[in-house]
C-alpha cells in the first residue's frame, strides 16, 4: 500500500542525509522522494511515497517526528491529496512521425518544450496514472531518455499543511 | 571579543559542567588550550571510547548531560562506539569532537573524517559548526536537547579554524526551537481509562524500564506499588528502580531474568510497563504476553508505544509527571491472592559447588552484596558476568549500570570511573569478565592518575563465556575463536598499576575478599577464578 507523507523541516545543511538515512536504516522502503523550499526560505517541505503497511507508516511519521528539525509531519489520504510528477521525455520524431507525436501530447495535455531534426522532448506535470498512461502510448515511438520527479502532493480544499496558524 | 573556543569553555561553565572526559589532538587543541584557564576538571582517558564511556557513568549518577571530547578523524571514530551505546540506552552525551578546517573539508586531508555523516544513526542531534557565531545557540540547544524529552548523545563537530574564530560571546538564557517540544503531563482522559484499568485489574504487574531514571520516577513507582499494591519487576535497564528488599519485588524479566519475573509476565491481567521499550531481551515475542492482558505503556518517546508491542492504553509524558497524576486518583487496594501466587514462584538461589580452585561466581556477587554499603554502584560489563551481578547482586539503595541496549563490551571501568567521579562518596563496584576487562583494562592508568578509587572484580573463566554457552548448545560443542589463552597475570597486571589485588580461588579467599572490598577506601582489584562450565543462567 501506497503512503502519501509531507515533512515540513528546517531548511539546514544535512537535513536530506538525516531523512534518507532514517529510511534506510529503519528498512522503510520510499519510492519518491521530492523536496523544495517554501514560501518561508527557511522551511523545506519534502514528499516522501512510502510503500508499507499501516504498522510501517506509524513507525515512519513517530521516527520521522523524533529528527530535531522536522518540523511537522503529516500523512496525506488518498482521497484528500492533489498529487503530480513532472516528466521530461525524450521520443524519438523522424518528419514522418511528428504530427502524430503532436496529436497524443496535445490529447494528453503533455507539452512539447524542444524539437529537433530527430527528436521531440515532452514535459508533462501530471498524476503517476496519467503519466504512465502516456509512457504507454509514446512508447512504441521509441523513448530516448524520460526523466521525473518525485511526487509532491498538497491537500484538496482549504486544508493546509503549513507553519501558520 | 573572544576566540570561539573559548566561548566553548566558557558554555560549558554556564551548564554548570565540572568534569570532562577525552583525550586531545591537534583538531581541538584550541579548545583544550582554553580549558587549561578554567576550573572545568579534564580526565585523560586512555583510548576515546572510554572517554565516552566514562561520561555515560557520570551522566547516570548525576541525572544531567556529561561531556566527552576527541580530536579530528580516528579519535572522533573511536568514539563512535560509546556514541552509539549512549543512544541505546538513552543516556545524554555532549560529545565534542575537533575537525579539520573548513575549507579543507572534504578533501580527505590528514585525520579527516565525516563523524556526524558516520554518527547520525547513533546521535539524537548533531551539529557540524560552520559559523562560529552560533556556537553559543548550538551548545545550549545541545545541552537541552540531550537532557530533556527521551535523553540521548549530541555530537558537536567544531573545525579547527572555527575554533580560532573571534566572535561576541553571550550565552543564551532559554533556548527555543520549534520542532523539538517534548511532553511532560500525560493525556488526562487516558490517565483515567489507565485508573480503571489498574482498579479493576486483578492481576496487575508494573514492569519499570530504564527510562525511570531519566525521568526520576523511582519515588512514584514506589509509592504506586505500595498504595495499590501492585508487585514490580524491572528489565535490566530497570535494575536498581525498586529495591530487592521490597515484598512487591519479583526481580528482572527476559531471557536472562528469573522466573518469577517471567511467570508474572505471562500471568498478568494488567501489564504496566513504565519506560520500557520491551527489547527482544526483555520480551522475545509479543506472543510471551497472553493475547487477554491489558497493556498500559508509558513513555516521553510516542515512537516506543506500538514498536515492539502494541499497547492498549499508550500514554506519553515523562514517567515522573504521569504517575504524579496517575497518584492523585490511587485509591489504596489489596491483590492479596495475586501477590501470594507470585511469591510462591520465588526460590532461594540454590549455589552449586564448583570445582576445587573456583568459585560461584553468583554465590560471590550475592554475598558482595550483602557486605556492600546499601549505596554501593554497581557496574557490570558484558556478557555472563552482566547476568550473574544483574541477577545476584542484591540492590537496595544503589544504582545498577551496564551497557543494556548495545551490549557493548569494555563498557564497566570506565563507566565505574565515570560514575565514582559523579558521587565520591559512594562506593563504585566495577564487575567484569577476563574478555571484557581486556577491551579497557587500560583504563586502570585513568583511575589511578586521577586518583578515582575502585573496586574491580574480574570473574576470569580463560573463555569468553557467553560465546562459549553458545557454542556448547547450539554449535554442538565446536569450540571456535572463544578461548582466551595467552591472557596475562590480572594480579601482575593490577600490581603493575600500582593496585593492591588478590586472586579468588575458595570459599575462604571469598570471604577475605569480601571483607577488604566492603572495609577499605582504596582501590582494590579481585581476580575470580571461575569455572568455565558455570551457566549464564
Known amino acids: ?165 | 571579543m573572544i576566540k570561539a573556543c573559548e566561548a566553548m569553555v566558557k558554555c560549558l561553565e554556564a551548564e554548570n559542567v565540572k568534569v570532562v572526559f577525552g583525550y586531545p589532538g591537534a583538531a581541538i587543541c584550541p579548545f583544550y588550550d582554553k580549558l587549561l584557564d578554567s576550573g572545568i576538571r579534564h580526565i585523560l582517558v586512555r583510548h576515546e571510547a572510554n572517554g565516552g564511556h566514562a561520561a555515560n557513568g557520570y551522566a547516570r549518577i548525576t541525572g544531567r548531560p556529561a561531556v566527552c571530547i576527541a580530536t579530528s578523524g580516528p579519535g572522533a571514530l573511536n568514539l563512535l562506539t560509546a556514541i552509539a551505546t549512549a543512544y541505546a540506552d538513552s543516556i545524554p552525551l555532549i560529545c565534542i569532537t575537533g575537525q579539520v578546517n573548513s575549507d579543507q573539508i572534504g578533501r580527505d586531508v590528514f585525520q579527516e573524517a565525516d563523524i556526524t555523516g558516520a554518527a547520525e544513526p547513533f546521535v539524537k542531534h548533531s551539529y557540524l559548526v560552520k559559523n562560529a557565531d552560533e556556537l553559543p545557540k548550538i551548545f545550549k540547544e545541545a545541552f537541552y536537547i540531550a537532557g530533556t524529552g527521551r535523553p540521548g548523545p549530541v555530537l558537536i563537530d567544531v573545525p579547527m579554524d572555527i575554533q580560532n574564530t573571534l566572535i561576541d560571546f553571550e550565552y543564551p538564557e532559554s533556548v527555543e526551537i520549534r520542532s523539538y517540544k517534548p511532553t511532560g503531563k500525560g493525556n488526562y482522559a487516558q490517565i483515567k481509562r489507565v485508573m480503571k484499568a489498574l482498579n479493576e485489574a486483578k492481576r496487575p504487574l508494573i514492569c519499570v524500564g530504564g527510562g525511570v531514571f531519566a525521568s526520576n520516577a523511582q519515588t512514584e513507582i514506589k509509592e504506586l506499588s505500595d498504595i495499590m499494591q501492585i508487585p514490580a519487576i524491572t528489565t535490566m535497564m530497570g535494575i536498581s528502580a525498586f529495591s530487592t528488599d521490597n515484598p512487591l519485588f519479583f526481580g528482572m524479566l527476559g531471557m536472562h531474568g528469573v522466573k518469577s519475573a517471567n511467570i508474572a509476565v505471562k500471568d498478568c491481567d494488567v501489564l504496566f510497563l513504565i519506560g520500557a521499550r520491551v527489547g527482544d531481551r526483555a520480551v522475545r515475542t509479543p506472543l510471551s504476553v497472553e493475547e487477554s492482558t491489558t497493556i498500559i505503556h508509558i513513555d516521553i518517546d510516542p515512537a516506543e508505544i506500538g514498536k515492539n508491542m502494541n499497547a492498549d492504553l499508550p500514554l506519553v509524558g515523562d514517567a515522573k509527571l504521569v504517575l504524579r497524576q496517575i497518584l492523585d486518583l490511587a485509591k489504596p487496594l489489596e491483590h492479596k491472592e495475586w501477590i501470594e501466587y507470585l511469591n510462591s514462584l520465588k526460590s532461594e538461589p540454590v549455589y552449586e559447588k564448583t570445582k576445587d580452585g573456583t568459585i560461584n561466581p553468583r554465590k560471590f556477587i550475592s554475598d558482595l552484596s550483602d557486605a556492600m554499603s546499601d549505596n554501593t554502584t554497581v557496574v557490570a560489563d558484558v556478557g555472563q558476568n552482566q547476568i550473574w551481578t544483574a541477577t545476584s547482586y542484591k540492590i537496595r539503595n544503589g544504582r545498577f549500570l551496564t551497557s543494556g541496549g548495545m551490549g557493548t563490551m569494555g563498557y564497566a571501568i570506565p563507566a565505574a570511573i565515570g560514575a565514582k567521579l559523579a558521587d565520591s562518596g559512594r562506593p563504585v563496584v566495577a564487575i567484569c569478565g577476563d574478555g571484557s576487562f581486556q577491551m579497557s583494562l587500560m583504563e586502570l592508568a585513568t583511575a589511578v592518575q586521577h586518583g578515582v578509587k575502585l573496586k574491580i572484580i574480574v570473574m576470569t573463566n580463560r573463555y569468553l563465556g557467553m560465546v562459549r554457552e553458545v557454542q556448547q548448545n547450539v554449535y554442538h560443542n565446536r569450540y571456535t575463536a572463544v578461548s582466551l589463552d595467552g591472557s596475562p597475570d590480572f594480579i601482575t597486571i593490577a600490581s603493575a598499576y600500582g593496585i593492591d589485588s588478590m586472586r579468588v580461588t575458595n570459599e575462604e579467599e571469598a570471604k577475605k575478599a569480601i571483607e577488604i572490598l566492603s572495609s577499605s577506601d582504596e582501590s582494590f582489584f579481585v581476580e575470580c577464578i571461575v569455572d568455565e562450565h558455570t551457566a549464564t543462567i
Open chain 1, 1 to 165: 500500500m501506497k503512503h502519501t507523507i509531507s515533512v515540513l523541516v528546517e531548511n539546514h545543511a544535512g537535513v536530506l542525509s538525516r531523512i534518507s538515512g532514517l529510511f534506510s536504516r529503519r528498512g522503510f522502503n520510499i519510492d519518491s522522494l521530492a523536496v523544495g523550499v517554501t514560501d518561508d526560505p527557511a522551511v523545506s517541505r519534502i514528499t516522501i511515497i512510502v510503500d508499507g503497511n499501516e504498522y510501517t507508516v506509524e513507525q515512519v511519521e513517530k521516527q520521522l517526528n523524533k529528527l530535531i528539525d522536522v518540523i511537522k509531519v503529516k500523512c496525506l489520504e488518498s482521497d484528500e491529496l492533489l498529487a503530480r510528477e513532472l516528466v521530461l521525455i525524450k521520443v524519438s520524431a523522424p518528419a514522418d512521425r511528428r504530427a502524430e507525436i503532436m496529436t497524443i501530447a496535445e490529447i494528453t495535455g503533455a507539452s512539447i518544450i524542444d524539437i529537433s531534426m530527430t527528436t521531440i522532448t515532452l514535459q508533462i506535470a501530471d498524476t503517476n496514472a496519467h503519466i504512465h498512461r502516456l509512457e504507454e502510448i509514446i512508447r512504441p515511438y521509441g523513448i530516448i531518455e524520460e526523466v521525473r520527479t518525485g511526487t509532491i502532493a498538497i491537500q484538496k480544499g482549504a486544508e493546509s499543511i503549513t507553519l501558520k496558524k
